[in-house]
């Protein structure tokens, strides 16, 4: 969504997908277990960053 918004200005937008949604202060503390269960753990994203 957001890249789509940008697509008239010169901003470039780059996104990491792990794979699934990763455990970090943007997933609400008010989920449930079986969700947060799923949840991936960010240190993944460590090595495709660097």
Known sequence: ???ADLAD???RL???VPGGANDTVLIPGDVGPEVHARLLDPAIMG???V
């Open 9 to 11: 200005t010169t901003v």
């Open 14 to 16: 780059n996104v990491l």
């Open 47 to 49: 090595p495709s960053i």
């Open 1 to 3: 969504m957001m890249a």
